[in-house]
């Protein structure tokens, strides 16, 4: 059997086993109290339901948009129901499970990557919060994304790359505000990796530029 094949097999035996797991809470874990947040994020999620969009003063300013987006999608789809955003929570944390697996497989080895992928599987903090109303799942999605683009990034030294994990950024940034400024310590990374010049520049400003757009709309909502 090819190595490939059986890397193929690994990932998918690490979403099924993640998935399993979290589904597995979901059914028998005391569905968690709706606290603040949750209850802001399921107010504004009705509010886009209802076609008030963005534009609504009540949407709250102090809070990303994506998460609510994400969660009336969920019960636009799926049905008004708090029990289908937090089935599909649970495949998008089971999708962590394998963006964990890449990237360490890229930084470290496959040993590695297994360990990581599996202690993440098994986490209870992170399973636990799939069955919450809480944008920490999403947010580890878009974060463990942008982990394996900069690595592909950096390696590549490809302009393309960079604008992919200019755009995740936005999209984690915009489920929470906590990586706003990863912008302003990526520089230091390149330096210390040795990587000066034209291309790096040129990378970096793709990076930033791609990471402004997404961020750009719901900056200028917010300050008119």
Known sequence: MSSKRVQEKLIAFLFVF???VR??????????ALDDSA??????AHLLMDGKGF??????????????????????????NQVSVKIVQAVVDSLTV???????????????ALLSAGIFSLYPFSAYLTIS???????????????LSIVYA????????????G??????????GTTQFVPLMYPVMLILLGRRGRDSIICYAAFCLTFVLVILPWTVRNYV
């Open 55 to 80: 534009s609504d003063p009540s949407f709250p300013v102090y809070n990303p948009p994506l998460y609510p987006v994400f969660i009336a999608m969920c019960l636009s789809l799926l049905g008004d």
């Open 18 to 20: 993640s998935l399993l």
């Open 133 to 147: 109303i809480a944008s920490e799942p999403l947010f580890t999605f878009f974060l463990s994304g942008v982990v």
């Open 167 to 176: 755009i995740l950024l936005g999209f984690a940034t915009l489920t929470r």
């Open 39 to 44: 209850q802001i994020y399921l107010r504004a």
């Open 154 to 165: 950096v390696r590549s030294t490809k302009v393309s790359h960079y604008c992919v994990t």
């Open 98 to 112: 394998v963006l964990i697996y890449f990237a360490m497989k890229e930084i470290f080895d496959i040993e590695t």
């Open 23 to 32: 589904l597995l809470i979901l059914v028998t874990v005391p569905t968690p």
